[in-house]
């Protein structure tokens, strides 16, 4: 059980279990245990996490389990493995579960009715974190289902924090956006530094100077960004000065074939195919 006097979390019913420990439920672990969750309080159920994260486990004092526990009910079921894995490990939990357990689930495409196939009806929310996660700095987009209590809401509230800010959206469809907007949209920042070197390298640049460059503005303009109480619109007019370089460039990335209807297309594509791994 969380005591409520450790940690800013509040208090569950009992355990946190966490299923899977990679790189999204170890980081979460890792910001739980941050931010005063007592490993006492954690179960790990994971056949085989890395050496690093067996090590995080036993420093923390949480216990760590290759199947599902027994004689314990869960106060949060928190759900981290690949979705094309969920429907041969998640069966034998709902014996752990009651009336005072929520789910959390973490897995891409997986809907809560898909999660009550195999755990039966409980208080669910569908979470969408993203890889920043893994440094803090992520952002999580979630849905909660009508049996999720405001305590239980607030509770997977701080749990999902350690890693960023929370969102909740009042529909479960619009999970998928999210996903198209913030759960893939780190890859679409890691392709823009990439083609932004690539186009150095083509104006002369060495190519591992270029990516530097690259890598180094898009990061720092990220953290501007973040500390900054301006929105992005009027950080990039800050930048642009009439009939300047900067101008030159958004006139073609600004232009009406340019970044926003290539965007547009890819978001759709994204949130198409979240609506089709959901079935």
């Known amino acids: 059980m969380i005591s409520e006097h450790s940690s800013s979390i509040p208090a569950s019913s009992g355990p946190i279990i966490l299923i899977g420990a990679g790189n999204m439920g170890g980081a979460l672990l890792t910001g739980w245990l941050k931010n005063g969750v007592p490993g006492s309080s954690v179960v790990v159920v994971d056949p085989n996490p890395s050496e690093a994260m067996r090590q995080t486990i036993a420093d923390a004092g949480a216990s760590h389990l290759t199947g599902v526990p027994v004689g314990i009910t869960a106060g949060v079921l928190f759900v981290a493995v690949k979705p094309q894995v969920m429907d041969a490990v998640l069966p034998p939990f709902k014996a752990i579960l009651d009336a005072e357990t929520v789910v959390v689930s973490i897995a891409a495409g997986k809907t809560i009715a898909s999660l009550e196939k195999n755990l039966g009806p409980a208080a ?20 909660a289902n009508a049996r999720v209590s405001e305590r239980q809401r607030q509770l997977v509230q701080n749990l999902l924090k350690v890693s960023g800010p929370v969102e909740w959206v009042p529909e479960e469809a619009d999970i998928d956006s999210v996903t198209a907007v913030s759960g893939s949209g780190p890859a679409y920042v890691f392709y823009l530094v990439e083609c932004m070197a690539e186009a150095g390298r083509k104006l002369g640049l060495q190519a591992d100077l270029a990516m530097r460059l690259a890598r180094e503005t898009v990061a720092g303009a990220g953290e501007l960004l973040h500390q900054s109480p301006d929105d992005a619109s009027r ?21 009406e074939d340019g970044m926003q209807p290539l965007f547009d297309a890819a978001l759709e594509a994204a949130r198409k195919r979240a609506q089709e791994l959901a079935g």
């Open 124 to 143: 669910t929310v569908r979470a969408m974190p993203n890889t920043p996660a893994m440094v803090g700095r992520g952002v999580t987009g979630a849905f």
């Open 235 to 255: 950080l990039r007019q800050n930048v642009t000065s009439p009939g300047g370089t900067t101008a030159a460039a958004l006139g073609v990335l600004m232009a």
